[in-house]
């Protein structure tokens, strides 16, 4: 929880965000100055018009309470859209000046912060979406998500960090939260440890991160965060911005080096400092009432009990839509929504007969994981946008849709507007990342094509980019692929290891140029 001082501190904070708006809407400074100030506490100036707000959902966790102040103010502000990001957040669009500034507020007086939601500083903390209710979780991960973004936001004054700070929990190899990739992972063992890994990132320049402790007791991860920042304040380099991210120490100290001095920052914490305290979940006490399946319903660990999968296109959904969902879990006791990395939202904590109510307040979404796909905002809202991430997601899944494939026969994409990853392109089995191109003295939308990544821990691999395909010919291209995997009635995941020629063949024949 935040106490009073440091709520304090936020709030003088953000007197300096409004004057820095005020300065902004007069026309006194430009995107770029107001970005600077604006950025660290979530807030963007759209591309075209508006403002966006980012707010800090730890472990992409809105409890019941933070549901039902989202509700209200969805109706107060007549929001009309709001975006589900990779970090396991929420971002309030098309906001005008005073409206942004009034939610913020609003927020932080409700306990949700958007300090840290975007800009130089640490970023939400991430947790497996169905932490405490996977049945193949080695343990919980959320508890120790919830208690370093905490830890985190405590230090957010006066800290020296990274200009991004990325950390995530994984309690299963499934690895939905990419901790394998972060400034800092944790990935639970089953032995009830966690594995950590250290200075990895998506974007310019990608890297794996590096293992640097096994066996790590969980009751001491916020030792472990301690280590990692007092890494980066003594060998990161904070004098070129470009280089402010943990994984180019990976460059300027090599691996093993790197894993040394990680080591004797660890025991510089633990001599310094005492671990933070790791909360509890709730109990969950509801009893089962009855059975129910069906292609969204997940069983719990929890006997009897489900909860709900819904996957808004894009991750973009309605500020109506959210309202509804909102009014509808009030009279679901003890339920809970999770946002996941991949735009995804999950409702928790349902019995067999409240579950049909959920599925009706959740109609529309994605119909297979091929639809469910990852997509950043990108233009015409994104100031950094370079490609409509978006538009083709749409153009792809209704060209696809014609081809009625079987529902596993194409893999989730990943699509970024632009190389800043926002749509983890990088860790996908298909990527897709925002690109011009010049033909005929005109600029031509495109997209970089990236194959063959996984986020699966064991297997972590960043993908290699291929091609350089025009927008237009992308959906077309999807769908003749779908129609040679299902040639032999399989999925991409097993098709393409065994055709990956034929693969490359296909993608020439869409492609601009391949990419050296």
């Not at 939308?445 to 996984?454: D, K, M």
């Not at 993908?463 to 040679?484: N, Q, S, W």
């Given at each position: ?409 194409l893999p989730q994409l990943h699509i970024s507007g632009c190389p800043s990853s926002c749509g983890t392109h990088q860790s996908a089995p298909l990527g897709f990342v925002g690109s011009m191109v010049k033909t005929e003295g ?75």
């Open positions: 929880m935040i106490n009073r001082e440091l709520t304090q501190h936020f709030i003088r904070e953000t007197r300096e965000f409004e004057e820095q708006l005020a300065l902004f809407e007069a026309g006194q400074i430009d995107k770029k100055t107001f970005k600077q100030v604006s950025g660290k506490f979530g807030c963007y100036a759209q591309r075209e018009n508006g403002y966006m707000l980012r707010l800090r959902l730890p472990g992409g966790q809105v409890t019941r309470e933070h549901l039902a102040f989202l509700g209200e103010k969805m109706k107060e502000y007549a929001v009309d859209f709001v975006k589900l990001t990779t970090c396991q957040t929420i971002q309030v669009h098309n906001l005008d000046s005073s409206q942004v500034l009034a939610l913020m507020r609003d927020c932080l007086k409700a306990g949700i912060i958007t300090r840290g939601g975007g800009g130089d500083g640490p970023r939400n903390v991430m947790a497996d979406p169905l932490s405490g209710v996977d049945k193949k979780e080695f343990f919980a991960v959320l508890p120790y998500a919830l208690a370093i973004s905490n830890y985190l936001i405590s230090r957010i004054p006066g800290l020296k960090l990274p200009r991004k700070l990325k950390v995530g929990f994984s309690g299963t190899p499934e690895n939905p939260t990419h901790v394998t990739f972060r400034d800092l992972g944790f990935l639970a063992q089953e032995d009830g440890t966690f594995s950590v890994y250290c200075a990895g990132g998506l974007g310019p320049n990608p890297k794996l991160g590096v293992l640097v402790a096994e066996h790590a007791k969980p009751e001491e991860v916020s030792l472990y965060v301690s280590a990692m920042l007092r890494l980066f304040t003594k060998y990161g380099n904070d004098k070129v911005r470009a280089k402010s991210r943990s994984r180019y120490l990976q460059d300027s100290l090599g691996i093993p080096q790197l894993q040394e001095k990680f080591t004797q920052c660890l025991k510089e914490a633990r001599k310094e400092e005492k671990p933070c305290a790791i909360p509890s979940l709730p109990k969950i006490t509801k009893q089962p009432e009855g059975e129910i399946q069906g292609l969204r319903i997940l069983e719990q660990k929890q006997p009897g009990l489900y909860c709900v999968s819904f996957h808004p296109i894009g991750g973009c959904l309605e500020g109506k839509h959210l309202m509804v969902l909102c009014e509808v879990l009030k009279g679901v006791p003890q339920s809970e929504l999770r946002l996941s990395p991949d735009g995804s939202l999950y409702v928790l904590n349902l019995t067999a007969k409240e579950v049909p109510r959920i599925l009706e307040a959740t109609e529309g979404g994605a119909e297979n994981p091929f639809e469910a796909s990852v997509c950043c905002i990108g233009l015409p809202t994104c100031q950094h946008g370079i490609g409509y991430s978006q538009r083709l997601l749409s153009g792809i899944i209704q060209r696809v849709r014609k081809e009625n494939f079987p529902r596993n026969t005109q600029l031509q939308p495109a997209f970089r094509l990236f194959v063959n990544g996984s986020a699966w821990a064991f297997d972590s691999r960043l993908g290699t980019e291929i091609a350089l395909l025009p927008e237009k010919a992308i959906p077309d291209f999807l769908a003749e692929l779908g129609r040679e995997i299902n040639k032999e009635h399989t999925d991409f995941y097993a098709w393409y290891p065994e055709h990956e020629k034929d693969f490359r063949q296909l993608v020439e024949k869409y492609a601009f140029h391949r990419t050296p």
